[in-house]
């Protein structure tokens, strides 16, 4: 392969949890804990794990909308997470994010012009408001938004609709980078599956790089090209979307493809049933933190934490008991 657009090397986020009289740091919330890997020009990569697991802590990091604890977010040769205000602020250009919350996203007080123009506004490309509202249009229908929907308001509009206003919001200034954080998950079965497409579009037609989070493998396959899985901020397993679904490694990976139905009455599988609760990320386990869940565990699995190894061509695991 090429250079990564991105990459994350030892990614690390704590939240400082504050108490006690003098309201000083009694602990942290480890919701990202040394988490590597590398994204890909043109390509999607998804990111799935259950709820906790620290998927949109990463994408929010990454675009040091959360500044890292530690660790280094490299976006074409550039260390942005050394990078600090205009010079920060000029490199954001290049990437965007798409909201999970079509209805929290979006300013109420703001017609649709000023939402989806505004970062033109805030990164100064154009000086006339004639220039911002012909990009505006040109935008609203490369999104599928009838140009006459301009000067209306977000409670005006569907869930699907405002959701496409985020991904015009989006993709305004031609950006290289999209973190899409569960864009679909709030959205009408009907409508997830044409708002998938438009996201497929826009990637061919606009050369876009995408960070897909998402908790629905369904939709995970559909729209990835590698995928990383997450457990409670580390990562278990890396692989092609192919590889992945047809010869899952991990444990972990291999319980969350036996829990996605089968549409199929005639087919049966078996399930893996994974036992009690996703730890707390304020005390992770020791060694490997699926230990506690992990049906194959071992003695060493409580001690040490399992490095990520190529177990086969580009396919990583970290278990200690795939071989």
Known sequence: MSEPLVSV?????????????????????????DV?????????????????????????TILMLYPPTSGDINFQGTLINKLKGEELRRLRRNFQIIFQDPYGSLNPRMPISEIIGEPLVVHNIYKTRKEILDRVVEVMELVGLRPEYINRYPHEFSGGQRQRIGIARAIILNPKFVVCDEPVSALDVSI??????????????????????????????HMSDRIVVLYLGRVMEIAANDELFDSPLHPYTQALLSSVPIPDPEIKKERAVLQGDIPSPINPPSGCV????????????????PEQREIKKDHFVSCHAVK
């Open 9 to 33: 090397k030892n990614l690390k986020k704590y939240f400082p949890i504050h108490g006690g009289v003098l309201g000083g740091v009694i602990a942290h919330v480890k919701a990202v804990d």
């Open 36 to 60: 590597s890997f590398d994204i890909y020009e043109g390509e999607t990569l998804g990111l799935v794990g259950e709820s906790g697991s620290g998927k949109t802590t990463i994408g929010k």
């Open 192 to 221: 997830q599956s044409q708002v998938i497409n438009l996201l497929n579009d826009l990637q061919e037609k606009l050369n876009l790089t995408y960070l897909f989070i998402a908790h629905d493998m369904a939709v995970i396959r």
């Open 290 to 305: 699926f230990h506690t869940r992990c049906p194959v565990a071992m003695p060493v699995c409580r001690e040490l934490i």
